[in-house]
């Protein structure tokens, strides 16, 4: 499904709150999906501060959840700066994922998200969970259910229109997911065979919002202003959940709120607001995961947040021979310092740029 955009007035979106019962409500349905390797504490907690109605960790393993290994306890730990905060569990045996689900909830989840969606074949293939269960409906509903009653706190899902083109069953996987309690549903617009190549297919998650009564929300490349608009439109969600669009810019969803409700475009922060936004990530990377780990994980955050700028190979080409947090930073604070003495005014990434880099 292509991507060409209405060329009429952008319309108004009331964006209303999703009550999820158990005293959770996203206020704004916009929200940051759950990315392996880039949605860790520090960043979900820039984003809720920058915006997001909604955060939720990266995917957690329900056998690493139990064993609390030092990693997994560091993953499932919550933001703490209000609003709503998730945890996601990915799993193929229904007790352990209860188990799992009544931990994370001890440690401050506000609600659990089960994902039926992952690609990876590491963990659709090998460990028959993520998006793998999207081809076995019965052990889904039994993960779903054993889940929902453990417990304590609202259970969403996150999966993709199918296993592939010839299975595209998330409309019934939905009912299941409403039957077994579930309160809210989040579709990727891509079969699992697709992985991330091709267009997310907004039009077919209507398919599912038919389908049940429970709110739904639509996923998948949604990196402008208008995308946020025209997957809206043609699939009729409640609201939506964007990934790879917050690459380096942990305010697009706050510009993305403004847009649907007023039809009204952001400009891009200053770089000198920007720049105080890299700098404080940065630093809590370094404070959550100490050195050299924390510089070695930031890299590609730093990357994102200066692409497009002028000379902004040359400064990632040094950064990522730099060793030391200290060198990082002087080096941060001289490319950004030079280009806001120069006067330059940042402007949005292009869409086909975004999409090829996280291709």
């Given at each position: 499904?292509?991507?060409?955009?209405?060329?009429?007035?952008?319309?108004?979106?009331?964006?209303?709150?999703?009550?999820?019962?158990?005293?959770?409500?996203?206020?704004?349905?916009?929200?940051?999906?759950?990315?392996?390797?880039?949605?860790?504490?520090?960043?979900?907690?820039?984003?809720?501060?920058?915006?997001?109605?909604?955060?939720?960790?990266?995917?957690?393993?329900?056998?690493?959840?139990?064993?609390?290994?030092?990693?997994?306890?560091?993953?499932?730990?919550?933001?703490?700066?209000?609003?709503?905060?998730?945890?996601?569990?990915?799993?193929?045996?229904?007790?352990?994922?209860?188990?799992?689900?009544?931990?994370?909830?001890?440690?401050?989840?506000?609600?659990?998200?089960?994902?039926?969606?992952?690609?990876?074949?590491?963990?659709?293939?090998?460990?028959?969970?993520?998006?793998?269960?999207?081809?076995?409906?019965?052990?889904?509903?039994?993960?779903?259910?054993?889940?929902?009653?453990?417990?304590?706190?609202?259970?969403?899902?996150?999966?993709?229109?199918?296993?592939?083109?010839?299975?595209?069953?998330?409309?019934?996987?939905?009912?299941?997911?409403?039957?077994?309690?579930v309160r809210m549903v989040t579709i990727h617009g891509?079969?699992?065979?697709?992985?991330?190549?091709?267009?997310?297919?907004?039009?077919?998650?209507?398919?599912?919002?038919?389908?049940?009564?429970?709110?739904?929300?639509?996923?998948?490349?949604?990196?402008?202003?208008?995308?946020?608009?025209?997957?809206?439109?043609?699939?009729?969600?409640?609201?939506?959940?964007?990934?790879?669009?917050?690459?380096?810019?942990?305010?697009?969803?706050?510009?993305?709120?403004?847009?649907?409700?007023?039809?009204?475009?952001?400009?891009?922060?200053?770089?000198?607001?920007?720049?105080?936004?890299?700098?404080?990530?940065?630093?809590?990377?370094?404070?959550?995961?100490?050195?050299?780990?924390?510089?070695?994980?930031?890299?590609?955050?730093?990357?994102?947040?200066?692409?497009?700028?002028?000379?902004?190979?040359?400064?990632?080409?040094?950064?990522?021979?730099?060793?030391?947090?200290?060198?990082?930073?002087?080096?941060?604070?001289?490319?950004?310092?030079?280009l806001i003495a120069r006067g330059v005014v940042p402007?949005?990434?292009?869409?086909?740029?975004?999409?090829?880099?996280?291709?």
């Open positions: 499904m292509g991507k060409c955009h209405s060329d009429t007035t952008v319309s108004h979106f009331e964006l209303s709150p999703i009550d999820l019962g158990g005293g959770v409500r996203i206020d704004t349905p916009v929200i940051l999906a759950p990315m392996s390797g880039v949605t860790d504490l520090p960043f979900r907690r820039l984003a809720k501060q920058l915006g997001a109605g909604m955060v939720v960790s990266e995917m957690i393993a329900s056998w690493a959840m139990i064993r609390e290994n030092q990693k997994t306890l560091t993953m499932a730990e919550m933001d703490s700066v209000g609003g709503v905060s998730a945890l996601q569990l990915a799993g193929c045996e229904p007790t352990a994922m209860a188990e799992a689900a009544q931990l994370a909830v001890d440690r401050g989840a506000d609600l659990i998200d089960i994902n039926f969606g992952c690609p990876v074949k590491k963990v659709a293939v090998g460990q028959q969970a993520g998006s793998a269960l999207m081809r076995d409906e019965p052990a889904a509903a039994a993960i779903l259910t054993a889940t929902v009653n453990a417990a304590r706190v609202p259970v969403t899902l996150k999966m993709r229109m199918g296993w592939d083109h010839t299975s595209l069953n998330a409309p019934r996987l939905a009912q299941i997911a409403q039957e077994s309690g891509r079969t699992r065979q697709q992985f991330y190549n091709g267009s997310a297919d907004w039009d077919f998650i209507r398919q599912v919002k038919d389908a049940v009564d429970i709110p739904v929300i639509a996923n998948g490349d949604i990196v402008t202003e208008e995308d946020a608009a025209e997957a809206l439109r043609r699939s009729g969600a409640d609201g939506l959940m964007i990934g790879r669009g917050c690459y380096g810019r942990p305010w697009f969803i706050a510009q993305v709120v403004h847009f649907l409700r007023t039809g009204q475009r952001v400009p891009e922060p200053s770089l000198a607001w920007q720049k105080d936004v890299l700098t404080t990530h940065y630093t809590a990377m370094l404070e959550q995961f100490g050195e050299p780990a924390g510089v070695r994980l930031a890299r590609k955050h730093v990357s994102w947040y200066s692409r497009g700028l002028p000379g902004s190979a040359e400064f990632r080409a040094a950064m990522n021979n730099l060793p030391d947090a200290a060198s990082v930073l002087g080096l941060i604070h001289s490319f950004y310092d030079r402007t949005p990434v292009g869409r086909g740029a975004m999409l090829a880099e996280a291709a």
